[in-house]
């Protein structure tokens, strides 16, 4: 695999060197972010539809900030603190799919356990924090929290693109279920969808597409980059379709935009952050679209 992504790399570099495009492309560490960006930028947008129509944008965060302990117990334990990805996804899959068991057992509200959840989680970390500062420079893990899309290695590539085809194989051929049972459970029973199996399989998908996107995005802006695309795209479409689409549009722009205008423009913004940035203004444009333009006042799935 790293003989492949190596042919890619070499070929963009030698178009940079041509002039064909920018000179930032002459970069390998540039062009492993924008093939980052191309795979996450749809995906999170794709998959944010379902996160906006059930209402679980906090549940992301959560799994997010679990990786935190993930990593914590992987150095612990003997992973590498570059890439403890092993302990990373066993805690946040055995956090995430006990939280949707406590949440459909104690029907208790969902922003209050997943604040329970987030809090026990954060003070686990805190603490296993404390032992593995001796091992390693802890400064390493703002790139958990914060992300470093211009960092990746083949490594995290590797197991972004695998999560990526798992996530196409399982989301696809469900995805009108999954998102009927997201935007009327009622109606998905009836028509004998098995909504709270899906309801599972929606969990794991976040849950691992959380945590292979926490070192290209970092915890704390996965959430906005499910979240925002998904809603600036709810602002401007009355149709599933649109919904779905466009978020994807707004969420793959804002990615590779975050990457590129800072190399480009010579700006002292982190990638991670600027992504972000990039998919806040599109939907402060589509909110103000949607305030002054009568056709689309009426737009909401």
């Excluded at 790139?143 to 695998?162: E, H, P, R, Y």
Aim: a positive charge; one cysteine or more.
């Amino acid at each position: 695999m790293s003989s492949l992504y190596e042919v890619v790399r070499q070929y963009i570099i030698g178009l940079a060197n041509a002039g064909v495009i920018h000179y930032t492309f002459s970069y390998a560490f540039v062009v492993n972010a924008f093939l980052c960006s191309i795979v996450v930028g749809p995906l999170l947008g794709g998959i944010g539809t379902m996160v906006v129509a059930k209402r679980m944008a906090f549940f992301s965060q959560a799994v997010g900030n679990a990786a935190l302990t993930g990593v914590a117990i992987g150095v612990i334990i003997g992973e590498s603190y570059t890439a403890p990805y092993m302990s990373m996804f066993s805690f946040c899959l055995l956090f995430g799919l006990f939280l949707n068991f406590s949440r459909n057992r104690t029907k208790m509200s969902s922003d209050t356990l997943i604040g329970v959840f987030l809090s026990i989680s954060l003070a686990i970390g805190a603490t296993a924090l404390l032992w593995v500062s001796a091992k390693v420079n802890t400064h390493i893990l703002d790139t958990v929290m914060f992300g470093s899309i211009l960092t990746v290695n083949d490594t995290d590539m590797s197991v972004l693109l695998a999560t990526t085809l798992l996530t196409a194989a399982t989301a696809l051929p469900l995805f009108n279920q999954m998102l009927l049972a997201s935007l009327n459970p009622s109606l998905a029973h009836v028509r004998g969808i098995k909504v709270h199996l899906l309801e599972y399989v929606f969990v794991l998908l976040i849950t691992i597409l959380t945590v292979a996107c926490v070192k290209i995005i970092g915890a704390v802006l996965v959430e906005a980059l499910l979240l925002i695309p998904a809603a600036a795209s709810r602002n401007l479409n009355r149709s599933i379709r649109g919904f779905v689409l466009w978020s994807i549009v707004f969420s793959t722009v804002s990615c590779l935009v975050g990457v590129y205008a800072p190399l480009r423009f010579d700006l002292p913004v982190p990638s991670g952050g600027a992504i972000i940035l990039t998919g806040a203004a599109i939907f402060i444009v589509t909110m103000i679209i949607r305030m002054t333009v009568p056709r689309y006042r009426e737009a909401a799935i």
